[in-house]
Structure formats: C-alpha cells, structure tokens
C-alpha cells in the first residue's frame, strides 16, 4: 500500500509538471503567432510592410527573453520581412485553410509554424530546440526527467536528465499542448520496487528451482543409485557364489 501511494504521487507530479509545461509552451506560441496573424491581416488590409514587421519584432520574446525567429512573405513568395535565414512559408495552404500548419524537422531539431493565409500574406514562426526547452523545462521539479514534444510519429527530444536501469520502472505522461496540434511527452522513475513485489517476481523460478531440486533428488535415491548399486554387483560377480553377497540393494522398497 505505501508503494502504491509513492507511486500515486509521482504520477500526480508527472501530471501536474508536464501540464504545466504544455500550458506555458502553448501560451508563449499563442502570442507569437496571434502577433504574426495580425501582422498579415494588416498587410491584408493595406497597412505599410514597415509598420507590420515593426510591431511583430517587438513582440515576438519568449519568456526568456530570446526572440522567435520568424518570416511573412508576400502574395508573389517573397519575404517582406523577418528572421535572417528563415525561409519563406510554402504555398501549400489556401485562403479557406483556418488551421495552422504544425511541421516538426527532426534533422534540423525545431518546430515551425505555418499560419494560414490572410489576402495572399503568409507567416511562419520557427522555434528550435533550445528554445522550446528553456519554454517548456518544468519549474521546481528536481528529479531526473525526459521531455519530448511531437506531432504525429515525429518528435523532438527537449531535456534528457533521465537515466534508468535494466530494472527500474517508469512513468509516462503525454498532455496536449494547446492550440498548437502538437503534444509534450515526460517520463520520470516510478516507485522503485518492494521487497514483496520482488519476492512475488521470483517466486516462480524459486518453484521452479524447488521443483527441479526434489525431482533430482527422487530420481537419485529411486533409480540412479539402485542402479549403481546393481551395476557394481554384476561387475563383483564371482561363479560359485551367490548373487550379491555380502551386499544389500538400498532401494525405496527394502
């Protein structure tokens, strides 16, 4: 019962850490990319290029003060304006696409964020892996974890303190991260193992040893060594006399 209850309580801690981490990465990129909306419904409707990227490079910050690396291009597919390096989003969405495009490059390890269009003007974020660790790392939480975020079979592995034995147990826990189409993974150790929990683990190879040990020994007294015994007596056989003299036959019946 104590085990079941430590083991209770890391789960609620899991769950507790690895929510909170979702929600905190969930609203970071939620001003990120309500920002780059805005700026592209600005551009929409006439605004100056200057203007619109002005507002978006003041905003876009993290938590840790590290800005976000992002682009808006034009209806012709080129770059107004944004991050040096950062591509311009592909034109694979239309103006009747409400959803934004989550994409995980688990080669260049980061997530990026295609939003959907507003009159020809596209926007994307790109957040690597550093980035979304400092975001998402769970505060106050001391033991040895593993943190991925992923989307489908893709993943990303964020923070990696974590290392288990060939017989620990773990804790698993997957929570959404808000409005973003992809998902946090931690892992953590679950309650080691009791002295019961091992004894109930071993006690069928003791059975079985048990087991082995008596059919061994049955065998031994039963056959073997009456076997033996008869063995020795024809090799001592001398003609004239009889049989067995001078021995007797250990066996069960006698």
């Given amino acids: 019962q104590t085990n079941r209850n430590v083991d209770l309580e890391r789960r ?26 805005g700026a592209t419904e600005l551009l929409a409707r ?35 304006c944004g991050t040096p390096g950062v591509a311009a989003p592909p034109p694979r969405m239309t103006e009747a696409d409400s959803n934004q495009d989550v994409a995980i490059d688990t080669q260049k390890a980061l997530l990026r964020i295609d939003l959907p269009p507003a009159g020809g003007y596209r926007a994307s974020a790109i957040y690597p892996r550093e980035q979304l660790a400092r975001i998402a790392a769970p505060a106050d939480f001391a033991a040895g974890y593993r943190l991925d975020i992923g989307s489908g079979p893709q993943f990303i592995p964020l923070i990696d303190t974590f290392r288990a034995g060939a017989f620990e147990r773990t804790a698993t826990m997957t929570v959404a991260v808000p409005r973003i189409g992809a998902s946090l993974t931690m892992e953590v150790h679950a309650a080691p193992f009791t002295s019961s929990q091992m004894l109930t683990m071993l006690m069928p190879i003791l059975m079985w040893a048990s087991a082995a040990a008596i059919g061994w020994l049955v065998v031994d007294r039963m056959l073997l060594r009456p076997l033996g015994e008869l063995r ?23």
Wanted: charged share 20%.
């Fill in 232 to 254: 020795r007596a024809i090799a001592s056989y001398q003609p004239g006399l009889p049989f067995g003299a001078g021995s007797r036959l250990t066996t069960p019946a006698r």
């Fill in 46 to 80: 006439g605004e100056a290029p200057e203007i619109a990227c002005g507002r978006v490079r003041d905003t876009l910050s993290t938590a840790s003060g590290e800005p976000t690396a992002f682009v808006i291009s034009g209806p012709d597919g080129r770059a107004l």
């Fill in 12 to 37: 609620s801690a899991l769950r507790v850490a690895v929510s909170e981490s979702a929600r905190r990465l969930g609203a970071e990129i939620a001003v990120d990319t309500g920002t780059l909306r």
